[in-house]
């Protein structure tokens, strides 16, 4: 089988182009998945402590709680607008069906709800942010 790596080039640029981690492509029998994942890998450098030799994973507060994730693949918007207010910061108390993003997938804007009453603990995305199907955006009390 000849690799064609002018169309890898192309899934690719459309990976950066449509701000997605992961593009299969299938015709026939050829079968073609591209992915980016090293802010996975960034992420769990981030969250590990060196101990000796050993890494250890930070343990805190965070752990606890109630998490929604991310209904969809996308880019995560705190607010409705730039400049606008946030739809909720830490200390706020929500309600089970309260909007508390934006999850943009293709130019389609979708409010993520909340899926039960809390306080916010923690927001774990920033505004912008590339998200993944399943990936906490928010941790609740």
């Known amino acids: ?22 593009l299969e492509y299938q015709e ?3 079968k073609i998945k591209v992915s980016k994942s090293t802010r996975a890998i960034e992420q769990i450098k981030s969250s590990a402590v060196i101990s ?10 965070d752990t606890d709680g109630i998490r929604i994730k991310s209904p969809i693949i996308g880019t ?13 910061k830490v200390g706020d108390k929500i309600k089970k069906g309260q909007t508390i993003m934006i999850v943009e997938a293709m130019k389609t804007m979708n409010h993520v ?6 306080e ?22």
Not at 52 to 61: R, S, Y
């Open 1 to 22: 089988m000849k690799i064609d790596k002018k169309l890898i080039k192309e899934l690719v640029d459309h990976l950066d182009e449509l701000n997605l981690t992961e």
């Open 76 to 88: 995560a918007y705190l607010a409705p607008e730039p400049g606008a207010k946030k739809f909720v």
């Open 28 to 30: 026939g029998q050829t």
């Open 113 to 118: 709800p909340s899926t039960s009453d809390g």
């Open 120 to 141: 916010v603990k923690k927001i774990l995305v920033n505004d912008g942010q590339p998200v993944e199907f399943g990936q906490p955006l928010i941790i609740l009390k």
């Open 52 to 61: 000796g030799n050993k890494a250890v994973l930070n343990k805190d507060d």
